[in-house]
Every structure is written in structure tokens, then in C-alpha cells.
T-cell receptor, first 111, second 119 residues
Framework: AQSVAQPEDQVNVAEGNPLTVKCTYS??????LFWYVQYPNRGLQFLLK??????LVKGSYGFEAEFNKSQTSFHLKKPSALVSDSALYFC?????????FGAGTILRVKS | GAVVSQHPSWVICKSGTSVKIECRSL??????MFWYRQFPKQSLMLMAT?????????EQGVEKDKFLINHASLTLSTLTVTSAHPEDSSFYIC???????????????FGPGTRLTVT
């Protein structure tokens, strides 16, 4: 079965510090992986994706993610966190035509 | 990027009434749209896949007679919550893929969501 796990309900980081939001996947075949961000009472905004190619994927707002096949992980990273990065982050995998989402991780960046 | 809108952004209705939520792709034509439900501080649950010109495909456990989906045009899908009850209160989000996007793009574009409160 296709599944995505985000092991942390919440991640706290100080502004200016690097951040990591973790995601692991369990899929059959080649994974198509995505990160989305959701601000309160809003829809999801696309950050980045891995389909094929370089394992390090760069996306919007300075975010990047590293695809690691041996560890079945796709962690989201940013070198220097901003308070405005505080939001709910979802990792997702494409299964056929459907997106399968992880449970989400709340990121809190404190000044 | 492609833009998806939803209307209304929030709605309050009385128990037993029906509510219609619209999802529009503003700058592209979407043959397929998706409807999700999200409870507070939880993930998105796919309810159904809306296919233009044909019946929607519902996920297991979703009542098709309660959540009516119509995809009458390439830019509009509607979700009607019939005979709403308080337990139907939730955040409903739609998404769509742009079929003209570059091959291998795959991402879905999400609407801003509709907050439904049933009293």
C-alpha cells in the first residue's frame, strides 16, 4: 500500500537556524513525491516535487528537499528559517492520479 | 502557476439543508478535479475524483448520495452536501491538475478551501 509518514507532529526552530521537516514514504515502483504548505484557513501551496533526476530538489521560498532512496526519505529543508515559514507542511506521494498525504507537520519558527 | 478558486470561502447552514460548493479552474481547463475534506489539525482526506462529463469516483467510505459531485464543464466542479448534519462541518478543499502543463509536472493546484459549519 502507498503511504507517507511524517513522524513529527510539530517542529520548533529559532529564526535564522536551519530547519528540517521529515518525511518517509512507502510506495511501489518509482515514487513521485511532493511538499505542500498550508497557512491557516487556506488551501495548499505547492513547494517542490521529486519525479526523477537530481536527488536534491530546490523549490519555492528557499526550500529544498533531498530524495534518499536507501532511506526512503524526502526531508524538507531550509538553510535559514523565517518566522513567516510558520505553517502546516504536508508531504505527499502520487499514486496513480491521486495524492496520498502524510499527517502533516506544524512548523513554528520563533524570533 | 495555475489558479483554482472556490466559492464560498465559508458557509453556515442549518441542519437538514443542502449546501453547494463551487471549484473553478481560472486559467486552465481541468478534465479532472479532486475533492478533499480536512478536519482541524489533520491531514487531507480524498473524498472523490471529479471527472468532466462523467460520474465522479468516490473513495471508500464516502457516501455518494450525501456528497453529490457534478463536473459539468472543464472549468467547474461542484460539491453539494445534502441534508447536512453537524458532523459534516469541516474544511473542504478542491484541487485540479493542468493537463496542458509540461509533461512530468504532475502537481495539483489547490483551491483556498471552504469552511462549512452546520448548526
Amino acid at each position: 500500500a502507498q503511504s507517507v509518514a511524517q513522524p513529527e507532529d510539530q517542529v520548533n526552530v529559532a529564526e535564522g537556524n536551519p530547519l528540517t521537516v521529515k518525511c518517509t514514504y512507502s510506495v511501489s515502483g518509482n515514487p513521485y513525491l511532493f511538499w505542500y504548505v498550508q497557512y491557516p484557513n487556506r488551501g495548499l501551496q505547492f513547494l517542490l516535487k521529486y519525479i526523477t533526476g537530481d536527488n536534491l530538489v530546490k523549490g519555492s521560498y528557499g526550500f529544498e528537499a533531498e530524495f534518499n532512496k536507501s532511506q526512503t526519505s524526502f526531508h524538507l529543508k531550509k538553510p535559514s528559517a523565517l518566522v513567516s515559514d510558520s505553517a502546516l507542511y504536508f508531504c505527499a506521494s502520487l499514486y496513480g492520479n491521486k495524492l496520498v498525504f502524510g499527517a502533516g507537520t506544524i512548523l513554528r519558527v520563533k524570533s | 502557476g495555475a489558479v483554482v478558486s472556490q466559492h464560498p470561502s465559508w458557509v453556515i447552514c442549518k441542519s437538514g439543508t443542502s449546501v453547494k460548493i463551487e471549484c473553478r479552474s481560472l486559467d486552465f481547463q481541468a478534465t479532472t478535479m479532486f475533492w478533499y475534506r480536512q478536519f482541524p489539525k489533520q491531514s487531507l482526506m480524498l473524498m472523490a475524483t471529479s471527472n468532466e462529463g462523467s460520474k465522479a469516483t468516490y473513495e471508500q467510505g464516502v457516501e455518494k448520495d450525501k456528497f453529490l459531485i457534478n463536473h459539468a464543464s472543464l472549468t467547474l466542479s461542484t460539491l453539494t452536501v445534502t441534508s447536512a448534519h453537524p458532523e459534516d462541518s469541516s474544511f473542504y478543499i478542491c484541487s485540479a491538475r493542468d493537463p496542458t502543463a509540461a509533461s512530468g509536472s504532475y502537481e495539483q493546484y489547490f483551491g483556498p478551501g471552504t469552511r462549512l459549519t452546520v448548526t
